[in-house]
């Protein structure tokens, strides 16, 4: 069968980030408890003017660097951070990059897993038109209000993937578990900015999906625990993850030991550390960490795990491409990282308490570090969008 899968890959973060620590001192906390606990250090703040399609068009630019875009017949953007019942955020995306009028556009949702619902809808359509590629973006800003148990586990982020035939990067196996099931554990109404959360129960439910998709994929691949060198999980907070791997070693009759769960799974917490949760984007700029800071990955088999609140959830996998080094964004990402700027508690509370107009009233969008492209202004119910010179 024809290989699939990731050709390109590069992330787009926010240029500002708070301190975990200086949350806690706001809020009284021992900072131990996000750091230990949570295992997260810092999450990414966007300012007024970021959004889902300025993330998204930011990571989009660098993967499609040295590709053709009239190749592009598809952009599919994954996101629970719509910013129109409506119209596909994908649209002003394809505006901005100037990608071909001839190319399929739409948004997808389903929480957390809807970037691997595009990507598992994409990998048929590129075996039956290999000359084609598709543009896979999942952008999203995690909130869940000030002051609020699910507060330290906030942050935004946006992927981007070229996703082709003869992938430089990730040729995914064809198999996968997948499971759904109707529950209440995360969900953000309309009328509401912030998520609403069952934090404790929607743990439980990551866990318990996990079990279900991987015993599925197992008995469908045929491939044991031993069978993937890494692993890479959506992650909502770092502790998480590497809980669930020491639960999925259980299922397997494996003993890990913590060195063991860094081993597997460490690499690919780096970024999400220091960025916090990017619902969609969250697995694969995991994915992204894991190719970044892990030694050769060559002809190594990586094992992943979607996790969408609602819930669907997939274990999946796929084989590391070789060359793969030679088309990574690494420099670019460690760039972007290094150059963000740290807020005080203040700053990041007028970030996060900024209102965008919803009367129709004009509102042109005060000026912060971005990317290449920032929201300039609001008007007529109507965003509008620029490239930064
Ligand atoms: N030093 C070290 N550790 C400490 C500590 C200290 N001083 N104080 C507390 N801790 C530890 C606790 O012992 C606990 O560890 P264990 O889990 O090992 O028991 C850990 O810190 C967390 O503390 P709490 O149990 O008090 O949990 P919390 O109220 O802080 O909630 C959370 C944690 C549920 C993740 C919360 O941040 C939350 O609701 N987040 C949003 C929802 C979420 O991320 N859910 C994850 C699964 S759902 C999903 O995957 C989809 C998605 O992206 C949303």
Not at 368 to 387: M, V
Request: with cysteine; charged share 20%.
């Amino acid at each position: 069968m024809i290989k699939v899968g990731i050709d390109t890959i590069a992330f787009y973060t926010a240029h500002y980030a708070l301190d975990l620590a200086d949350l806690a001192a706001a809020r009284g906390i021992d900072p131990n408890k996000f750091s230990i606990g949570l295992g997260q250090q810092q999450m990414a703040v966007p300012p007024p003017g970021e959004d889902i399609v300025t993330m998204a068009a930011n990571a989009a630019l660098q993967a499609l660097q040295f590709i053709d875009p009239n190749s592009i017949e598809m952009l599919l953007f994954a996101t629970e951070s719509g910013i129109d019942q409506s119209k596909a955020a994908g649209i002003y995306v394809h505006d901005l990059l100037g990608l071909p009028a001839r190319c399929r556009v739409i948004e997808l949702k389903q929480a957390c897993y809807s970037g691997t619902v595009a990507l598992q809808l994409a990998l048929p359509f590129l075996r039956q038109f290999p000359d084609k590629k598709v543009l896979l973006v999942a952008s999203d800003i995690a909130r869940y209000g000030l002051n609020t148990p699910g507060e330290p586990s906030q942050g935004c982020g946006a992927v981007a993937m070229v996703l082709s035939a003869n992938p430089r990067i990730l040729a995914f196996d064809a198999e996968y578990g997948v499971v759904t099931e109707n529950v209440m554990d995360f969900w953000r109404p309309n009328y509401s900015e912030n998520a609403f959360v069952d934090g404790k129960y929607s743990s439980k439910l990551y866990m318990n999906m996990l079990e279900k998709a991987w015993q599925q994929y197992r008995d469908l691949s045929g491939r044991d625990f031993s069978d993937h060198a890494y692993y890479c999980y959506h992650a909502p907070v770092s502790r998480l993850v590497e809980k669930a791997h020491h639960y999925l070693g259980k299922v397997n009759r494996e003993k890990l030991s913590d060195a063991d769960v860094a081993q597997h799974v460490g690499h690919s917490l780096t970024y999400a550390r220091i960025v916090g949760n990017s619902y969609t984007a969250s697995l694969y700029i995991g994915l992204a960490s894991l190719f970044d800071f892990a030694e050769d990955l060559t002809g190594k088999r990586l094992g992943l795990y979607s996790y969408g609140s609602g819930c669907v959830a997939e274990f999946f996998s796929g084989t590391v491409q070789p060359g793969y080094q030679t088309v990574l964004a690494t420099a670019h990402h460690q760039d972007m990282l290094a150059k963000r700027k740290t807020l005080t508690y203040a700053e990041y509370e007028d970030f996060f308490s900024f209102k965008y107009p919803d009367d129709g009233s004009a509102c042109d969008m005060p000026v912060h570090e971005t990317g290449q492209f920032r929201l300039a202004s609001i008007a007529d119910h109507k965003r509008h969008y620029e490239k930064v010179t």
